[in-house]
Structure formats: C-alpha cells, structure tokens
C-alpha cells in the first residue's frame, strides 16, 4: 500500500529554529499512528546547513553529494549497469558527513542503520535510507516528473505491488525519467519500459547483500568512470 509520513502544525525551538508539531504516519490514506513533537531542544553548535531541506527535492543537490561522473558503460551479467560497490559505512543521521555517492541516485554507499517503508512514498527516499534497502536486496523506482505524472506513478506502483522488496518514490535528480537501482546496479531510462522495468526487478529484487565486503556484484567486470571535465 502508499506509505507516508506526514509533518503537521510547526513550532518554534529556542534557538529560531521552526520543526514540525506532530508526525503521523500515514497507509493507504488512514492515519495509523501519530507522534505529538514537543520539548524539542537544538544543538546551538550545529552549523545551518543541518537543516537545509535540499536532501527532499526541488533544489539541486548539495555540493559534494555525487562524484563527477560520465556515463557508465553497459556491463555482461544482467540488466542495468553494473557500478563498482563503494565502501558502506553506518551514518548517525541523514545529513552527516560521508563521502559522495558514485552514483545518483546511489547503488551503495554510506547509508543508516534502518531501511524506509517498502512500497510506494509521495515525496523522496533520504540517499542514506534508500541505500541501506538496496543493501537489503531492494529495488527502487524513482520518478522525475517536476509537473507530475499520475499515469506513470500508477504504473510503477503496479509493477512494484508484484514484488516485495521494492521503492517507488520521486526523485529531482534524474538526467532521465526513470531511475532503477539495486545494489551495485543502476538503470537509466527516459521514458516508462515495461519490458525493462521487469527485468531489472526479476533479476535483482530481493537479492541480499549483507555477505558482501565490497567490489562488484558477482559475475561483472568493473566498467571505467569518465570523470567529467
């Protein structure tokens, strides 16, 4: 089912910062539960850039996020290209510092101790969550559509209701239309493919990956990154 998380009311903390009141979560449209915020106290030593909402889309992506990289060569061993698995390290929290993602959206990387909600969100997955599903042997859809395609979120959300394990989501950093992603893989395309689409999710959704201490998924080559100049 659609799975969100929603941010009601605002309050202010002592130090000028304005946070959501409440959360809820949200399925299929009914509230299942909700979180009453309050008492909220804020580290006067964080620089501003904490609380920079970015991450969320609609801006460009901080600088440093992504490596410079030119287009990945198409790989043997399955759809997709194959993108050389980067170290995975725990973070604390979305936003701390870790070096950038070789791809975006990211194939591995540096991600948190939890994973998001499988199945469909209405506003994008944190790079640092949606990563640790990858890991998990998930696959995410991502959609880049800044004047909105219900059609094509109907569409991928189908898909994604036959197989466990897999995120659809928007996502503003796209030089495509669609973005699919496991671990170590990645699938640009510029327009909805079925054929596609399927094969990728046959081939990689739930695959785990927590055996794996770095290089290549098995049975690739590792394809050469063109540093853009």
């Known amino acids: 089912g659609l799975v969100e998380t929603k941010f009601q009311g605002s309050a202010g903390a002592p130090q000028g910062v304005w946070l959501p009141a409440r959360l809820e979560r949200v399925l299929d449209g009914k509230t299942a539960h909700g979180v009453k915020i309050g008492d909220v106290r804020v580290n006067a030593g964080l620089a501003p850039e904490t609380f920079d909402l970015a991450r969320l889309g609609g801006a460009p992506p901080p600088a440093g996020l992504f490596q410079a990289a030119g287009a990945l060569p198409a790989t043997a061993g399955g759809p997709g290209r194959a993108v ?16 950038p993602y070789s791809t975006s959206p990211p194939t591995s990387g540096p991600r948190l101790a939890w994973i998001a909600d499988w199945g469909a969100h209405r506003i994008p997955v944190p790079l640092e969550l949606q990563t640790h599903n990858l890991e998990h042997g998930g696959v995410a859809l991502q959609y880049n559509c800044p004047e909105g395609c219900p059609d094509l979120v109907e569409r991928l959300e189908t898909l994604a209701r036959q197989h466990d394990l897999v995120l659809v989501a928007p996502y503003p950093w796209i030089q495509g239309r669609l973005a699919l992603t ?17 094969a990728f999710l046959d081939a990689y959704a739930g695959e785990d990956h927590h055996a794996e201490g770095g290089g290549l998924p098995e049975g690739t080559e590792a394809p050469a990154l063109r540093a853009a100049h």
């Open 84 to 99: 050389p698995v980067s170290p995975y390290p725990y973070l604390d929290a979305v936003g701390a510092p870790h070096p």
């Open 182 to 198: 496991a671990w170590g893989r990645i699938e640009i395309l510029d327009a909805f493919d079925e054929t596609r689409i399927r």
